[in-house]
């Protein structure tokens, strides 16, 4: 009897104890959901399939706790307003690319991508171990933002061109889409240039609105079909050898998470960073093959016309440095690690 009234204690005990643990788990189970705009169509590959990506390892890491909604361009706000949107706290979060948002703070364009800058590698060790985050989050702070960098692409193309660019004065007088630093760049050379979110440039281009542009890389830039309309394409992506990505939070939300799920997205961010440049260098060859099957020309710029293109970078920076403290300080942080970083590149890379 003994045995048996300690058996239906213990059972009853363990009855008590699995209810109040599976009251926890329930309250530690709620799930919270984010809108995440994004500045990218999710059927782009990689600028917007990436985003859906990151949302998808959010909630298996956080064991759906945190379910972050990837909303298309102009879901919530237009692609451009989701900067805005993020620091008034419209939404939650946002899918994007610093260079994006020039117009907020110049200095956010060397965390996008840099002309004549450096390759992934070299791009990432400098944001995580040679200052680039700590400035990062200093700028972004003062937006009430908190930005993730969540990616990183290969090189860049710098070009498609109705007509052959044979000389830098064919340049002259062409308008053009183009992306951060590398656009103060070409307009020293008579281009004039506008920043399109990717679903704006094909129609720009078919209408004659804008005479050439550069996107992306060519798996990217093949499915936006550029090819179409324009058959010169060129290389190299002087003014985009890597670009970061990021995952955009308010900060209010941000500093109100638990540092567990502080940590879980810096995790998936920090993988996503290895999945996006292995996806974007495995994919471009075959992008290039069929875009020579349709009729398109590859061209590498000749070194004359790369020069001129790296003396008018030089002349760009420094007049930004001059003009804005912010920038110099980036500036002078990036340009200092590229500095000792090329006695490594030098030394250990063929």
């Given at each position: ?12 005990a ?34 917007g ?60 364009a ?32 003062k ?43 070409m ?6 240039t ?29 499915k ?10 060129y ?30 997205l ?15 260098e ?11 099957e ?21 002349e ?35």
């Open positions: 009897m003994r045995i048996r009234r300690a058996t239906a204690t213990t059972v009853a363990a009855m008590v104890v699995g209810l109040s643990l599976a009251g926890v788990t329930g309250q530690a189970a709620a799930q919270t959901e984010w809108n995440m705009q994004s500045t990218y169509a999710s059927s782009l590959t990689q600028l399939s990436m985003g859906v990506e990151i949302a998808k390892r959010v909630e298996a890491v956080s064991g759906g706790e945190l379910v972050i909604n990837f909303q298309e361009p102009g879901a919530i706000v237009p692609a451009l307003e989701a900067f805005d949107a993020v620091s008034a706290g419209a939404v939650e979060a946002a899918w994007s690319t610093p260079g994006y948002w020039t117009g907020k703070e110049v200095a956010l060397l965390f996008a991508a840099v002309p004549f800058g450096p390759g992934a590698g070299e791009y990432t060790a400098w944001m995580y171990f040679g200052g680039g985050r700590e400035l990062f989050d200093e700028i972004y702070a937006y009430n933002i908190k930005s993730l960098i969540c990616g990183i692409i290969a090189p860049e193309a710098s070009g498609w061109f109705r007509k052959e660019i044979k000389t830098l004065e064919d340049l002259k007088g062409l308008k053009m889409r183009f992306f951060g630093l590398g656009a103060r760049v307009e020293k050379h008579g281009v004039s506008q920043l399109l979110a990717g679903g704006d440039i094909y129609p720009a281009l078919e209408l004659g609105t804008i005479d050439a542009t550069e996107f992306s890389m060519p798996a990217i830039d093949l936006l079909g550029f090819y179409q309309v324009a058959k010169h394409y290389f190299p992506g002087w003014h985009q050898q890597s670009t970061f990505f990021e995952l955009m939070i308010n900060k209010d939300v941000w500093d109100a998470l638990s540092d567990t799920r502080k940590a879980q810096e995790t998936v961010c920090q993988s996503a960073i290895a999945y996006g440049l292995a996806e974007g495995a994919i471009q060859f075959d992008a290039l093959k069929e875009l020579q349709k009729g398109v020309t590859l061209h590498r710029w000749p070194p004359e016309i790369l020069d001129a293109l790296r003396n008018s970078w030089d760009v920076a420094a007049e930004l440095a001059a003009e804005n403290p912010v920038f110099a300080e980036v500036w002078e942080s990036l340009s200092t690690f590229r500095a000792g970083y090329a006695t490594w590149k030098d030394l250990g890379y063929l």
